[in-house]
């Protein structure tokens, strides 16, 4: 495709990938017939991957990120979806390190359509195509539109809130070259007003950098990202993931277990490492054993992982807990996950459940490795029916 080229979209769920030889942060923006979006609820991106009829899923720095749009499940009033992406790398320019965007059947992953847009040079961020709605039917635009202040620039744009504050004046969008009709540029907005801050950290905003481990001991809220770095370094040693949960009931034994599965680049199951497998990727990862009652101080089950003996090909793990006995985690209270450095015991990320479902299964957290080596970790707390880890092995690779 070229810049302004359209075509026809004979399916109702299409899948963008975005592909850079550097790792993207890639979002989509539900709009209305005003080019603007209903909320803040209408962004779409790493620490906000799921809203009606949109979702995010990170290639985990090995694969590309991709947003999927499904047509049939949009809520009535939009009528447009613009996918963005932006250097993941604060102030980088996609000078030299231009994207390819692949549009794609969601349901057998056949190729539609492909743009890369040309003569890029200090745009860093880039709305790169958009599903529109045009006299009934849905169709995919090649648009190529560069911004100069990153994915903030995009957001407010479009009327997205954002935490840190804007510059002033606000820098307006550069179109790498004039957008063929019947395409507008996006209308300008008058001011951002900022919501009002909440009583737990807010999630960062796109392009101002995700949480690490500088300031110490960080609490995730569910969908939340934290790189595993410490003064820039990535932490490259042993580390523990601890699984914790006591009875919702007194005096009710209830028999959980945690596990962590290992996948692959391709999201391909590698192994899974639980009670009755407590060493896997040669003794990389190691399980403390069962504990079948919840009972007690601290944590209940204790996986570790050799972050800097793990296989090339494990890039991706997750971590579950199951009710072994089939009771639901409505029955459980206080469940948590919390990263500890294994060398210190300090304890580096902790992630309280606070909600709970009927199910029996829930995956905790999952961590991913980058393009640079580093690895980030993110809060799911996603119910699952499934009493034992094979069950979870599907669910858990679409999670990453």
């Not at 302004?4 to 963008?16: A, C, E, H, W, Y």
């Not at 040693?237 to 945690?258: F, H």
Request: glycine share 10%; aromatic share 6%.
């Amino acid at each position: 495709m070229t810049p302004g080229s359209n075509i026809p979209l004979s399916t109702t769920r299409v899948t963008v990938d975005v592909a850079a030889p550097v790792r993207l942060d890639v979002s989509g923006l539900l709009l209305t017939a005003d080019g603007k979006v209903r909320s803040d609820d209408d962004f779409i991106f790493y620490n906000q991957p799921t809203g009606p009829g949109v979702t995010y899923r990170s290639g985990g720095g090995t694969t590309p990120d991709s947003i999927t749009v499904d047509t049939a499940a949009l809520p009535p009033g939009i009528e447009k979806i613009v996918v963005t992406a932006s250097p993941d790398a604060a102030g980088q320019s996609f000078q030299g390190i231009e994207p390819t965007a692949t549009i794609r059947n969601a349901n057998d992953s056949a190729v539609l359509a492909t743009f890369t847009p040309p003569q890029l040079g200090t745009e860093t961020a880039l709305v790169i195509v958009e599903i529109y709605l045009r006299n009934g039917a849905w169709k995919a635009r090649a648009v190529g539109q560069g911004y100069a202040n990153g994915l903030s620039g995009i957001a407010t744009d479009f009327g997205v809130s954002v935490e840190e504050p804007a510059p002033a004046p606000a820098a307006q969008p550069t179109p790498v070259q004039p957008p063929a009709p019947p395409m507008a540029p996006p209308a300008p907005i008058a001011s951002v007003t900022p919501p009002p801050a909440p009583a737990a950290p807010p999630a960062p905003a796109p392009g101002a950098g995700k949480i690490n481990l500088d300031k110490g001991r960080v609490s995730l809220q569910k969908n939340q990202t934290v790189s595993l770095v410490k003064g820039g370094q990535p932490l490259l040693s042993q580390v523990k993931m601890g699984l914790g949960w006591e009875p919702a009931y007194r005096g009710k034994d209830i028999d959980l277990d945690a596990s962590v599965i290992a996948y692959g680049p391709q999201r391909n199951h590698i192994d899974s490492c639980y009670f009755g497998k407590l060493s896997i990727v040669n003794g990389a990862i190691k399980h403390s054993g069962d504990n079948l009652t919840g009972e007690g101080g601290g944590d209940d089950e204790v996986i570790v992982v050799d972050l800097g003996r793990l296989p090339q090909e494990v890039t991706g793990l997750v971590f579950t807990v199951n009710s072994f006995s089939g009771q639901k985690f409505t029955e459980v209270a206080k469940a948590y996950c919390r990263l500890l450095d294994a060398a210190t015991g300090e304890e580096l990320v902790r992630f309280d459940l606070t909600s709970a479902e009927p199910q029996t299964g829930v995956m905790m957290a999952k961590m991913i490795k980058q393009f640079s080596g580093e690895w980030e970790m993110t809060a799911i707390g996603d119910f699952v029916k499934s009493r034992t880890v094979r069950g979870m092995v599907k669910p858990a690779a679409q999670s990453l």
